[in-house]
């Protein structure tokens, strides 16, 4: 079983989270809370293995992270919110999100999150991904070639060595579904179809040693 608190200040979107996440049996929602504030009265009362939260409102807003994450020492965060600036989504990983969806994903994807993040490991949902990687404005008109991220390389070593999505993702403590987005997303930026081309663009720019 897992326990699940919800933080949100919208009683609409904490009450359809409640519903999706109760179909299935496996998980448990102990309550839904509206402010940090909210949060901290009910600490003794309150026992998640993952907190689902909207941390955009101010009710929350991105310092309370690192509150519940001194309240909680053991306990996941999931953050479902609107699109944000790449700032605001870097902060929330940086003060202690775990995995991280768009309130537009759909029911599957929010059940996977769970029971990866429950597993612990870091799911992002794909437009996530692209809004982590996306360029600054000051970088977009450099003239730079194709930019790979740190995580991009690592994952283009390991598919060179043969490596399957899950394999990659048992080793890198990700889901296959973060790792299937990464592998898109990697042969978008190179403009390749398939595993052989990222295996020749890593032997061409000495990402791996033949």
């Known amino acids: 079983m897992i326990d699940i608190l919800i933080a949100n200040n919208n009683q609409i979107a904490g009450e359809g989270i409640k519903t999706i996440l109760q179909s299935n049996r496996g998980n448990r929602v102990l309550g839904i809370v509206n402010s940090i504030d909210d949060l901290k009265k009910n600490s003794s009362r309150y026992f998640p293995d993952i907190i689902v939260m909207d941390y955009s409102d101010s009710s929350f807003g991105v310092i309370s992270i690192k509150e519940i994450k001194q309240i909680y020492k053991d306990t996941k965060i999931l953050a479902i919110t609107d699109s ?123 990402i791996i040693k033949t």
């Not at 700032?87 to 029911?107: E, F, P």
């Open 84 to 206: 944000l600036p790449k700032s605001t989504v870097y902060d929330a990983l940086k003060n202690g999100v775990d995995s991280y969806l768009l309130s537009d994903c759909d029911k599957p994807e929010i059940m996977e999150a769970i029971a990866d993040t429950y597993d612990g490991k870091q799911f992002y949902c794909g437009v996530v991904i692209d809004i982590l990687s996306e360029k600054n404005d000051t970088e977009a008109h450099g003239c730079e070639g194709i930019s790979l991220s740190e995580r991009e390389i690592e994952i283009i070593k390991l598919i060179s060595d043969g490596s399957t999505n899950k394999e990659i993702a048992d080793q890198l403590f990700l889901s296959t579904h973060t790792v299937n987005t990464h592998r898109k997303n990697i042969m978008n930026k190179l403009g390749i179809k398939n595993t052989a081309g990222i295996v020749i663009y890593a032997v061409k720019e000495n």
